[in-house]
């Protein structure tokens, strides 16, 4: 159980303060009966609460999938920068809102928001190996011999990446399989046999691919089969 004021400002849907004066103007009411006060407790799972004759409807968390455009960057919030959580709606920008792994400000694509730490701890634990697929555009003709060292995994200084799948798709073009999310992990991948990366996009993690009806800044929330397989990591296209 919880306070109502409480569930009404974790859904982004009253502040405390606001809920307070619709209680007294009895505009809320739980399972059939008006309530004048909004500290009462409810069970926000299973009660039928309405806000001004509108339906609660209760998400413990979002999940949410945006194409991110270049340009924006991947933080809850920034000082100077518009972020990606910017581009959501204010009901949806909820209190630890956050994206669940990172993409540099000029990459692009799928990227998941969510205010469930624990999911996007399994998602991005370097235990799990959940895959990621990107697009990707460099500046060199791509050949069998990139596909081998990229089977054979990549050492870049000191930092030694695991095997990956990359598969040509035109001269200068390649879908590529990453089972780890290191910093720059791609870019640095195409550094170490001689390319740079001049488009980037994410396509897939875990088994959530990106919705291709989504345009750049557009979002929609993962239905629950998504959410059930972003974690997986049997997943692989290549
Ligand atoms: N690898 C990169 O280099 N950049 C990204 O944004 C994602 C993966």
Redesign the pocket.
Same mark, same amino acid.
């Given at each position: 159980m919880e306070r109502l004021d409480r569930v009404l400002s974790g859904q982004n849907i009253a502040t405390r303060s606001e809920s307070k004066k619709l209680a007294l103007k009895g505009k809320l009411m739980v399972n059939g009966k008006i309530t004048k006060r909004s500290d009462i407790r409810v069970d926000p799972e299973n009660d039928e609460i309405f806000v001004d004759g509108v339906r609660l409807v209760y998400k413990k968390h979002l999940y949410i999938m945006m194409n991110k455009p270049a340009g924006i960057i991947s933080a809850s919030r920034d000082k100077n920068e518009q972020t990606v959580i910017d581009l959501l709606p204010k009901e949806m920008r909820r209190d630890g809102m956050f994206p669940a792994g990172?993409?540099?400000k000029d990459?692009t694509g799928l990227i998941l928001l969510t205010d469930d730490g624990e999911l996007s701890h399994r998602m991005l634990s370097p235990k799990k190996h959940v895959y990621k697929l990107?697009s990707v555009e460099c500046d060199k003709k791509l050949t069998g011999d990139d596909v081998r060292l990229f089977a054979e995994g990549i050492t870049s200084g000191e930092i030694v990446f695991l095997s990956a799948a990359l598969k040509i798709t035109g001269d200068n073009t390649a879908l590529v399989e990453i089972c780890e999310g290191k910093f720059?992990?791609? /870019? /640095?991948m195409f550094h170490a046999i001689g390319a740079e990366?001049t488009s980037?996009c994410?396509l897939r993690i875990g088994g959530v691919y990106l919705d291709k009806e989504l345009k750049p800044g557009q979002w929609r929330e993962l239905t629950q089969e998504e959410i059930n397989l972003i974690t997986d990591s049997t997943i692989k296209d290549l």
């Amino acid at each position: 159980m919880e306070r109502l004021d409480r569930v009404l400002s974790g859904q982004n849907i009253a502040t405390r303060s606001e809920s307070k004066k619709l209680a007294l103007k009895g505009k809320l009411m739980v399972n059939g009966k008006i309530t004048k006060r909004s500290d009462i407790r409810v069970d926000p799972e299973n009660d039928e609460i309405f806000v001004d004759g509108v339906r609660l409807v209760y998400k413990k968390h979002l999940y949410i999938m945006m194409n991110k455009p270049a340009g924006i960057i991947s933080a809850s919030r920034d000082k100077n920068e518009q972020t990606v959580i910017d581009l959501l709606p204010k009901e949806m920008r909820r209190d630890g809102m956050f994206p669940a792994g990172r993409l540099d400000k000029d990459t692009t694509g799928l990227i998941l928001l969510t205010d469930d730490g624990e999911l996007s701890h399994r998602m991005l634990s370097p235990k799990k190996h959940v895959y990621k697929l990107y697009s990707v555009e460099c500046d060199k003709k791509l050949t069998g011999d990139d596909v081998r060292l990229f089977a054979e995994g990549i050492t870049s200084g000191e930092i030694v990446f695991l095997s990956a799948a990359l598969k040509i798709t035109g001269d200068n073009t390649a879908l590529v399989e990453i089972c780890e999310g290191k910093f720059h992990q791609i /870019k /640095k991948m195409f550094h170490a046999i001689g390319a740079e990366v001049t488009s980037l996009c994410r396509l897939r993690i875990g088994g959530v691919y990106l919705d291709k009806e989504l345009k750049p800044g557009q979002w929609r929330e993962l239905t629950q089969e998504e959410i059930n397989l972003i974690t997986d990591s049997t997943i692989k296209d290549l």
